[in-house]
């Protein structure tokens, strides 16, 4: 029930193409969707969250699509550059509404090759 | 940056051996948790402290324990470590909201 899946495990995408990243929940509770952006060496990096009441969020390159009724959600990098190398995971929690953090639950990652 | 910082970042110690991890949390969060990620996986969470007090558990053994300080931040404490306790230990705070920062983690190797 607190699972998160992720897929791919890994992508590569060419400069200037979209990368998409996708992941699946079965908790109905969780009420809030990060992802982070992890370089290698570093911790997770917040990159854009939404909240299960929007369908889409983007934030400049990145988007957030988000079906609430499929229990799934992806990322969206356009015009993704060398740079975006990266690893990508998504997560989830609850709580979000009440104002108290809860534990993100994971998925198991993403690494993103972006080819020059 | 985040303004979370661990130390120290980077450790060896021999199974069997105690070892404490430390997080200073970003200003004005009064939530840290703690995550351990093993190579090539998803941070898995081991638990949470709000002002002092646990906050939640994830399925770690009781030889992983943890403390908040009135300053909000915070230490992990692993007793008996095994091989597999090897991993990168991170730490996120909160300001409540749901968003975690986190810091640049601990990777700890038992040999």
């Known amino acids: ?116 | 940056e985040t303004g979370v910082t661990q130390s120290p970042t980077h450790l060896i110690k021999t199974r069997g051996q105690q070892v404490t991890l430390r997080c200073s949390s970003q200003s004005g969060h009064n939530t840290v948790s703690w995550y351990q990620q093993a190579l090539g996986q998803g941070p898995q969470f081991i638990f949470q402290y709000y002002r002092e007090e646990e906050n939640g558990r994830g399925n770690f053994p009781p030889r992983f324990s943890g403390l908040q300080f009135p300053n909000y931040s915070s230490e992990l404490n692993v007793n008996a470590l095994e091989l597999d306790d090897s991993a990168l230990y991170l730490c996120a705070s909160s300001p409540g909201r749901g968003k975690a920062f986190f810091g640049q983690g601990t990777r700890l190797t038992v040999v």
């Open chain 1, 1 to 116: 029930q607190q699972q998160v899946k992720q897929s791919p495990q890994s992508l590569i995408v060419q400069k200037g193409g979209i990368s998409i990243i996708n992941c699946a929940y079965e908790n109905t509770a969780f009420d809030y969707f990060p992802w982070y952006q992890q370089f290698p060496g570093k911790g997770p990096a917040l990159l854009i969250a939404i909240r299960p009441d929007v369908s889409e969020k983007k934030e400049g390159r990145f988007t957030i699509s988000f079906n609430k009724s499929a229990k799934q959600f992806s990322l969206h990098i356009m015009d993704s550059q060398p740079g975006d190398s990266a690893t990508y995971f998504c997560a989830a929690s609850t709580g979000f509404a009440s104002g108290s953090a809860r534990q993100l639950t994971f998925g198991s990652g993403t690494q993103l090759t972006v080819l020059p």
